[in-house]
């Protein structure tokens, strides 16, 4: 993939802003913002803004790139641990530390071969850049891995987010394709987990006391690639359902989502998965798509620039090639826009001025661009 920058310029996409009862949108209207391609990446997976307003971006086979939005400058961050990038494998989601001014932390995950198999792992490492511009991960550590490894190459999850008060981290480990792991209690698969900044499994999870793995928060997940929190608090996390199954949940301690068995989807195989019902033991999603979006990354946009989209999720589509809006009202959610993007969406980020920064996914034909997003007009 070509890394040089590309000539910031308009895509002329056909989609439309207002809000309806089913979240689809009119191709006869406009979009509601304006499009421009800032560069090109290699598969492309995550990104998060450092204060100064460059960005770390992560690429599927294992690169960290510092890159400079304002002149398109890309340098290659060394100390990245060995990356088993095999099919849904990757260098996946990077963010900073609460306190990144001062301690300069980058929290990153990343797919890895070990004992047993394949699985994900979370690292820290410290931000230095010399005064030649050469950059590394110090001391890179890694902090938790998800038990156990098992053979394959897909469902690795790895997002992260950290509680509103700084304390804690979140991390979210997918099933693996093996289905009962995700109601396993020894197991961290198919899990949404509460570590402390260290890795260590915090104190207080809502699941220990019954013979759960300490580090679980909920259970019962399939793939689950978006979790963010909301200004009041309440942590939501979207993830990819089996067919016909993709979902929107808000997550609450120690409730299990229900799968391999309870989903709005079946099996790919066609086997039926029995839906959620009430009574059922489980907690149903807030949403799910069929068809389905395939969605990725997931933002709550707190911004001023888009000030009509406050206190909405954004979410990445893959199958869809969308960029998916969801509306929230307390602890319910409705589909919003779904706008068509002509390319795979595999991450959306909020920018320090409030700007939408999508990076494409670099496969199936995508070409992994980043783009912003800023209001039409």
Known sequence: MNRALITTLPLILIACSSDNATGQNSAEASLPFK???????????AMTFLPDGRALITEKTGEMILFDPKNGTKIPIGGIPKV?????GALMDVVLHPQFAQNKTVYFSFSERG????????????????SDGATTLDDVQTIFRATPYVDGD??????????PDGRHLFFTNGERQKFDPAQDPKATLGKLLRLNLDGT??????LTAKGFHPAVWS???????GIAFDKDGRLWEQEMGPKG?????????????????ASNGDHYDGAPIPDHSPHDGFEAPKLSWN????????????????????NSLFIGGLSSKALVRVRLDGENASKADQWDMGARIREVEQGPDGALWLLEDGGRGSQGRLLKLTPAG
């Open 201 to 206: 499994p915090a104190a207080g999870n809502p």
């Open 35 to 45: 499009t421009s391609i800032v560069a090109d990446f290699d598969s492309p997976w």
């Open 154 to 163: 897909g469902h690795y999850s790895g997002r992260i987010a950290f509680s």
């Open 115 to 130: 004992a047993g198999g394949k699985g994900v792992a979370l690292a820290t490492g410290i931000f230095n850049q010399a």
């Open 245 to 261: 199954g993709d979902e929107v949940n808000l997550i609450k301690p120690g409730l299990n989502y229900g799968y391999p068995k």
């Open 219 to 225: 259970y019962g997940h399939r793939n689950l690639l």
């Open 84 to 88: 088993d990038s095999a099919g849904q």
């Open 291 to 310: 068809p389905v979006i395939s969605p990725t990354g997931l933002l709550y946009y707190s911004g001023d620039l888009f000030p009509q989209w406050k």
